[in-house]
Each structure stands twice: as structure tokens, then as C-alpha cells.
């Protein structure tokens, strides 16, 4: 029999954040702005630093309706005075701002370079020259694994990545594992994959297909599954990444690591397709792979998140049904502003 109340305490949640003043790079794009919320929420002081570049999920609507509780800096990762004017005083950094575009990144790999190394290098260098006490999360992406080699994967498994935005991420993490060791610095990474939610950038399909997904299902158009859609993902709702982010801020424990916060449920694309329908609407299609794309797939990806559950105590608490009702729920009354 599942003992409930063991289940219950042993899952972690957030702490309060009174005091706590807090930078999110990227914080105008989807798992930023959610972070940027949820601290809020949580008692902290925000600072978002984000150029809103128009290849990527920023979205001013993410936070319209906290504009006057949050600083907001139009910025870019991409220059250190910029960065460094933010660092200062800050007791907390999420490093959410990326270019996020998987196609993208191999029509236009300096760019991505120069946004998601040299920017996190500039982040890095700012934490380093002006406030080495602060403590850095970092989120790196499951596609810096590639194909599987061995099921599931976790944070030891070979890295392989399929395409640049990818690779770049497995370079960026370095850098921040590396500053971390050599000047002592707070630092860790949190590896996402396949996150869906409120916010999310629901009419580009290169900013994943979740979401992508979602809002096709909102307009009640057809979803567009490439061959048989076999191919398994772990899914997660944004609001149990963002506890994850913040829970590994939250700990001592954390620095130093690397940790994937995915849910524990895997489905195929297909049935995720299936279950945007059946819960939000449209209809499902299967066609042939675009060679571009086939290029880039990853095939099966199967993730345990056995270390997060033992280090943080976290565990994803939304499952299919109620992220996509929340989903619907947040996009439902705003299209407009996101399509
Ligand atoms: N969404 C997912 O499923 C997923 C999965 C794995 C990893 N991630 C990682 O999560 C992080 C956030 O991704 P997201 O899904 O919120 O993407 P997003 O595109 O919605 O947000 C990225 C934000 O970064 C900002 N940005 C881009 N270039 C910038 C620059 N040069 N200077 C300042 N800001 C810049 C954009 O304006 C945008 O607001 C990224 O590091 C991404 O690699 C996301």
C-alpha cells in the first residue's frame, strides 16, 4: 500500500524568498518569466534582464500584469557591462536567457554562439569580477545528450548533441561547472526537456512542440505528427520546473551539480498529440519527416530524475490532464497576444 504522508513530506516545496534579490536573464520568455513570477510569489525582489529578441519566446504579455512589481532591463546577455551593472547586489541568478530555436541554430550557429556561450560566459565573468557570493542556477536542455545510449539517462550518461543550439548548451554548462570550481563559486545546472505550459511560445514551431501543439489545439487546427510519432519524451509542466529551479537555488546541496528536473511520465509523440486534442481540441495528423528535422531527431529519450528526488526532494506534482487543463486555461482568455 503507498504510505500518502511519506509521499507528502518527503516531496519538497520552495521556501519563502523575503530578502532574497533576485536576477532572471531571459526573464521575459517562458520558463524565465514563470520563474519571475513564481519568486513573487515567494516574498523576493526581481530584477528580469532580457533583449526580447523576436527569434525567441520573449513575450512582454508574460509579464504584464507584475510590470510594476519587477525591475525590468532590456538588455543583452551578449554585453558584460550590461550584465555587470545587473549582478551587483543580487543573492540569487537564474540564467534562463538563451537562443532557443533548435533549426535556427544551424542556419545561424554564430549567433548562437555568441548568445548561448559568450553569454553565459559574460554572466559568469560578472558573477566572478562583482558578486562571488551569489548563487548561479543555470538551465541547460536534454538534447546536449543526443541519442541514448543507454535507458534511462541520467546525469552521467555521454553527451552527443544533434545540432548547435544543443552543443552550445553542453559548452555552456561547462563553463559554469568549470567558473564554480576554480573561483568557488555557487553554481549548478538544472537540464529540462519538453516543457509545456502558461507563457510558452505557441505559434513557432521551432521553440518546441509541445506548445507548438497547444496552440494549433487552441485554434482548432490539425497537429502534425512526423512519421509514426513512436518516439518517446518526458514530458513536464512549467510550474514543477520552476519549483525545481528555485528549490535548487534554495539548496546547499545543489552547487556544484548538474540535475534533470523532468516528471517521471514518458509518452510518446503521439500520444501527447492524442492528449492535446482530447483535451483541448484540433485533430491529429501523421506525415512523412522533413529531412532537416530527421537529421536532428533523437529518437527514444527516456530520463530518470532519481538524483533531483534524492538531493532536492522534488518531484513534478501536475500530470498530463491537469497541466493541459491549466494550459488552456492561462491561453484560452490572451490568443491574442500569443499568436
Ligand atoms: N522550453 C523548454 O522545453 C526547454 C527545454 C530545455 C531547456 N530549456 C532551456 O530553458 C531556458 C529558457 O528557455 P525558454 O523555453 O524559456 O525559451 P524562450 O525563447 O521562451 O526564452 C528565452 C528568453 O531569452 C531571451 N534572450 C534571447 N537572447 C537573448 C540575449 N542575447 N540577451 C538577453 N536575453 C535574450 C529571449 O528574449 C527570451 O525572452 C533556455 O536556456 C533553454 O535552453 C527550455
Known sequence: MIDESRSVTRTARPRDMTGERVLVTGGLGFIGSNVVHRCLELGAAVTVYDCLDPRSGGNMRNVSDIEARVEIVLNDVRSLEGISACIRGKTIVFNCAAYTSHPLS?????????????????????????????????????????????????????????????????????????????????????????????????????????????????????????????????????????????????????????????????????????????????????????SERQAMEVGDAVISNAKIQALLGWEAHHDLASGLGRTAEYFRPRLDAYL
Not at 197 to 222: C, E, H, M, Q, T
Request: charged share 20%.
Open 106 to 290: 544551424m542556419l545561424e550557429p554564430l549567433i548562437d554562439i555568441d548568445v548561448n556561450c559568450k553569454g553565459t560566459i559574460n554572466v559568469l565573468e560578472a558573477i566572478r569580477r562583482f558578486n562571488g557570493d551569489v548563487r548561479l542556477v543555470h538551465v541547460g536542455t536534454s538534447t546536449q545528450v543526443g541519442r541514448m545510449h543507454s535507458s534511462p539517462v541520467d546525469e552521467a550518461h555521454p553527451e552527443f548533441p544533434r545540432d548547435i543550439y544543443s552543443a552550445n548548451k553542453t559548452v555552456s554548462e561547462k563553463y559554469v561547472l568549470i567558473y564554480g570550481g576554480a573561483y568557488r563559486l555557487s553554481t549548478c545546472v538544472v537540464r529540462l526537456a519538453n516543457v509545456y505550459g502558461p507563457r510558452s511560445n505557441i505559434r513557432n514551431p521551432d521553440l518546441g512542440f509541445v506548445n507548438y501543439f497547444v496552440g494549433l489545439a487552441l485554434r482548432g487546427k490539425s497537429l502534425t505528427v512526423f512519421g509514426d510519432g513512436r518516439q518517446l519524451r518526458n514530458l513536464s509542466y512549467v510550474e514543477d520546473v520552476t519549483d525545481a529551479l528555485i528549490l535548487a537555488a534554495q539548496s546547499q546541496s545543489a552547487a556544484g551539480e548538474v540535475l534533470f528536473a523532468v516528471s517521471d511520465q514518458q509518452y510518446s509523440v503521439a500520444e501527447i498529440a492524442r492528449a492535446i486534442v482530447a483535451h483541448i481540441g484540433g485533430e491529429v495528423r501523421f506525415v512523412d519527416w522533413p
